[in-house]
């Protein structure tokens, strides 16, 4: 079984839609977890850790349930430049030996 | 706002030669890790170091590959017999250790071309 598992996509969607992403994890004993955005050819960067409460960060909300090791991300009003693959990464275990990523997922906002 | 750093950006190499890749890390992170990502798959973990040795490898990270923190500063992959399955985008990234939600800082990446 696959660490991390996300739908590969891609999501096409128009200006001004919702989209949500999901994501699980086979990793029980997981204590960080984050999205991470990757535009074509460039490195993953931060797009928002998930905590256990939930977060949210203008239009981007962030969402975890450990009960069910899945975790999910909302963009609401998407912008073109939303366009990008959205990685969903956790740390794997009790320490920081290795981040797991997803496979990502595509998403095209159109005009 | 401090980053990762790496070099070359673009290397390319003939089958067989060995290869170098360099990274700086964000200078008081604890953790060091080396990710690769063949066009268009997913983001593979190679190797995590911490404390001058490795902390965990995949089996990717076989003995064709070995990292080395020479100095205070740099972290390096080299692969010692590059194969043209090696050709991929290399990533270096790094973490402060230390408790908390701490994400993993990535490298702008090497782009190694096997030929």
């Known amino acids: 079984r696959k660490e991390v598992e996300q739908d590969p996509g891609p999501f096409n969607v128009p200006e001004g839609a919702t989209v949500a992403f999901n994501c699980t994890y086979s990793?029980?004993?997981?204590?960080?977890f984050f999205w991470y955005r990757q535009d074509c050819r460039k490195e993953p960067k931060l797009l928002m850790s998930v905590y256990s409460s939930g977060n949210e960060d203008g239009r981007f909300t962030a969402q975890l349930n450990r009960a069910s090791q899945y975790i999910s991300l909302l963009i609401r009003d998407s912008k073109l430049s939303d366009s990008a693959t959205y990685l969903c990464v956790v740390n794997g275990g009790e320490n920081f030996n290795k981040f797991y990523f997803g496979s990502g997922t595509k998403l095209n906002v159109k005009p | 706002e401090p980053e990762v750093t790496q070099t070359p950006s673009h290397q390319v190499t003939q089958m067989g030669q060995e290869v170098i890749l360099r990274c700086v890390p964000i200078s008081n992170h604890l953790y060091f890790y080396w990710y690769r990502q063949i066009l268009g798959q997913k983001v593979e973990f190679l190797v995590s170091f911490y404390n001058n040795e490795i902390s965990e490898k995949s089996e990717i990270f076989d003995d064709q590959f070995s990292v080395e923190r020479p100095d205070g500063s740099n972290f390096t992959l080299k692969i010692r017999s590059t194969k043209l399955e090696d050709s991929a985008m290399y990533f270096c990234?790094?973490?402060?250790?230390?408790?908390?939600?701490?994400?993993?800082?990535f490298g702008q990446g090497t782009r190694l071309t096997v030929v």
């Open positions: 990234a790094s973490n402060p250790g230390r408790g908390g939600w701490t994400e993993a800082f």
């Open positions: 990793n029980s004993a997981s204590q960080s």
